[in-house]
């Protein structure tokens, strides 16, 4: 069975930084894409980033986060990472990671996702 586990999320000032990773465990033959979503309540979640497999990685990022979240990633360790930076109130939400994988004992590509963590901000 394939788990995604969140950690580093927390309370953390406007202004600051926050860095939160997702380990994928268990029976996984292969990783596609690796991103972040978020949620607050009574909204939908919404993308934050997202990178893709290989060395290269590809990325995007939602234009509320651009030019202040990176996302990277560890292909060795099944690990993707989101560095949180000048964050404000508004980044206030649930983080969940996700990943597009195929299970050793399955054809096919499907979606897993983290257990949620949450990141808020305020002074």
């Known amino acids: 069975q394939v788990q995604l586990v969140e950690s580093g999320g927390g309370l953390v000032q406007p202004g600051g930084s926050l860095r939160l990773s997702c380990a994928a465990s268990?029976?996984?033959?292969?990783?596609?894409?690796m991103g972040w979503f978020r949620q607050v309540p009574g909204k939908q979640r919404e993308p934050v980033a997202a990178?893709?497999?290989?060395?290269?990685?590809?990325?995007l990022y939602a234009a509320s986060v651009k030019g202040r979240f990176t996302i990277s990633r560890d292909n060795a360790e099944n690990t993707v990472y989101l560095q949180m930076m000048s964050v404000k109130p508004e980044d206030t939400a649930v983080y969940y990671c996700?990943?597009?994988?195929?299970?050793?004992?399955?054809?096919?590509?499907?979606?897993?996702w983290g257990q949620g963590t949450q990141v808020t901000v305020s002074s």
């Open positions: 996700h990943a597009g994988l195929k299970e050793r004992t399955s054809p096919w590509v499907a979606d897993y």
């Open positions: 268990g029976s996984i033959f292969s990783i596609d894409a």
């Open positions: 990178i893709s497999s290989g060395g290269g990685g590809t990325v």
